[in-house]
């Protein structure tokens, strides 16, 4: 469905954090409101029966629309003005011409597959991905005969390139390659530019799981993706308060997967728009700031002797890795992995047992530090096997930097990383120590 909405005047070039308190919302159309009401309504009502009947032939794109009236309102399942700025003010981060809100991440990837994924075709996809993402590929699809293939995130395309001429001449050509980039939890880069290219020559869609690194840090469609999806659970609403997801892409990718969403009912509620329109306003500030934060965290974490490996987009283990960091990104985000040296599973549950500020617990992009075990939680349901093959080991935590003090994050790992040896009391640690010193508001 074509987006119509009333946009304020003369914002051309102007940056998308000037815009999020704006753009998208005319306040002279709700009393004049400076922000806008929360739509809370489940059907609108008509002016007379012509405006109805014009409506549904408009929705069913039985008609032309009018390019310059708004756009009808009938039934929230179909569109409702939260969910319409919404998307008019996530496009601008992404450059997108059209986004579409959804229940959650999952509702948002799954409506996509099945709006553009035949039945009988197949889709390439990287591990690691999300849990929920690996079941629906992994087990989901193929149960209803859609074929799937994996490769390891961060592979050369020529390797994808291979697996997509095998799924041609075995008569399930490839309709979607699939990719997080960064990956969670590993933090793996994938080259959205190289699959982009390689997908469309073999006619399928290159579609980016954006989360970790958000519209700020990565814009996937300027690398050549045709489809960059969000949990807006994470950075997007970036207050653990709500659950959403997006997809943005061009006009006519969108409207069939629009199309799919009003007839699945995977839509987002209009609370839950309006409270992303409030995060959207922050985005930038908080993701910067978490950003920050987590650089000093993960080099605290890399020199740390009861550390062996740190998983954070801002360390690149190979030219390659860095080749894509310089290509598609312009800052690392705030989620870390890592590893405990000579530990497994219980140490790691020693240490999630041990944080005092930072919270156990799921998810990641709150404006508070989480911490988790992939092995055991995100990731449990990807066969063991499967994940010590993808790098997810039972000494894996995963922690996804908030915006407190780093001082105070610092100390608060440093005090849970000294339970780990029986003979060292937790204490309060230099990092706190220090922290006191530089302390300044
Ligand atoms: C990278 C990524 N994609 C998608 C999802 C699914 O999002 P949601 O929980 O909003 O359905 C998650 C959830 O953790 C995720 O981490």
Known sequence: MKKRSPMPPDTKGMRPESLMMSYGYLPELSEGAVKPPIFQTSTFAFKNAQQAKEAFAEAYGLEEPDPLRPLHLIYSRLNNPDLD???????????????????SGMAAISTSIL??????SSVVFARPVYGGTDYLLAIILPEMGTVTREFPAGSEPRLVEGMLEELEAAGTPCKMVFFETPANPT????????MAEVAHRHGALCVVDNTLLGPLYQQPLRHGADLVVYSATKYLGGHSDLVAGVVLGCAELM???????TILGSMLDPHSAWLLLRSLETAKLRMTCARKNAEKVAAWLAEHPKISKVYFPGFRPSSFQEEIYQRQCSGPGALISFELANSGEAEAFRVLDSVRLIKLAVSLGGTESLIEHPATMTHADIPAESQRKIGIT?????????????????????????YLDEAVAPTVG??????????AP
């Open 187 to 194: 933090t793996t880069l994938t080259d959205i530019a190289g």
């Open 85 to 103: 700025i919404v998307e008019h003010r996530l496009n601008l981060w992404d450059r997108a011409e059209e986004s579409a809100v959804f229940a």
């Open 394 to 418: 039972p000494a894996m935590i995963r922690l996804s930097v908030g915006i407190e003090h780093p001082a105070d994050l610092i100390a608060d790992l440093e005090q849970a990383l000294a």
């Open 430 to 439: 230099s990092a706190q120590l220090a922290s006191a010193k530089e302390d």
């Open 115 to 120: 709006a553009l994924v035949p039945i009988g």
């Open 255 to 261: 409207s069939r997967v629009k199309l799919y969403r």
